[in-house]
């Protein structure tokens, strides 16, 4: 039976799930109308149908795995059911995790202002991030899959107890989850770092651009301000998801940690769902065409 608290906070779990899946269908939609309208499909058209289409898919694996976790837990003693979740959330996620890094450095590599060799020939490079970032996910796939399989086959056919991982012990199952999200730290960390770099780099143009307009704030200069707000938003919520997939699996080390668990699924999440709202706020094409939908429910 849940507690008053258990049963909010489910409830707040399936209300971002909704809206998420309601947010990333939208730009999904979006994008895909408009490739159809253009004949062409652009590689940030791609890449937002791309990362809407994943994060759909993520956030049901999230919910589907916690309420199967917390209301019926033997069916994962087959090893069937874990085994799915499993290699769906190590292509689902790391998909999520390729397109969001590579938006993040698509708008790095468009908008920063760098006169860094380095950058300058990466910025003349732009349309083959993509195409690396996949080959790399291929890579970590080939690598990570037989390890996977592995683990799972020897806990299968072992004398231990076959509810693993829910049953198995803290340093176990932490290895586990590391194996799982190996593939996403390179690419986390390129996502985080150019961020970081795009944020430097706006904030430095904002400062020259005060400075030139004695304070000032013209149309430019509040789209930055904009954009550094989108910016640390999404870098907030991806560390609050980072955070709440380190909550779930240290629950699992914690006697009575239901509100612990489902505290970790709310703040997991978050992140697939806030940051496609802020993906249409942030961009002109989408919020128009959200305002549009909007508009007849206000009449």
């Known amino acids: ?51 809407a289409t994943s994060r759909i898919f993520l956030i049901w694996i999230i919910i589907i795995d916690g309420l199967v976790k917390l209301f019926s837990p033997h069916l994962y003693s087959s090893g069937i059911l874990i085994e799915c979740i499993t290699y769906a959330w190590i292509t689902i996620n790391h998909l999520s995790i390729l397109f969001a890094s590579s938006l993040s450095i698509f708008y790095f590599l468009k908008i920063a202002n760098f006169s860094h060799h380095i950058f300058l020939w990466l910025k003349y490079r732009i349309n083959r991030v993509l195409p690396l970032l996949m080959g790399w996910m291929f890579v970590s796939w080939l690598f990570i899959f037989p390890q996977i399989a592995k683990i799972i086959n020897d806990y299968k056919t072992g004398n231990r107890n076959k509810t693993w991982p829910l049953n198995a012990s803290k340093i176990e199952y932490a290895a586990y989850q590391i194996l799982l999200n190996l593939g996403v730290i390179f690419l ?52 609050l998801h980072v955070i709440g997939i380190a909550i779930e699996i240290s629950s ?45 429910l206000n009449n």
């Open 1 to 51: 039976m849940l507690s008053i608290a258990e049963g909010l906070l489910i409830f707040i779990v399936l209300g971002e799930s909704i809206l998420g899946v309601l947010g990333n269908g939208f730009i999904g939609l979006v994008n895909c109308i408009d490739c159809v309208k253009n004949k062409n499909f652009s590689v940030i058209g791609l890449i937002l149908i791309g990362l």
């Open 188 to 239: 986390f960390t390129l996502c985080l770092i150019s961020c970081l770099l795009l944020i430097i780099s706006l904030w430095r143009h904002n400062r020259q651009m005060q400075s030139s307009a004695l304070g000032v704030r013209d149309p430019s200069t509040e789209a930055h301000v904009k954009a550094m707000k989108v910016l640390i938003s999404f870098l907030i919520l991806l560390i």
């Open 252 to 296: 699992f080390s914690v006697p009575e940690s239901k509100l612990l668990f489902i505290f970790g699924m709310a703040a997991t999440v978050t992140y697939p769902c806030g940051h496609s709202f802020l993906l249409i706020l942030g961009n002109s094409k989408l919020k128009q065409a959200f305002l549009k939908v909007l508009w007849p």
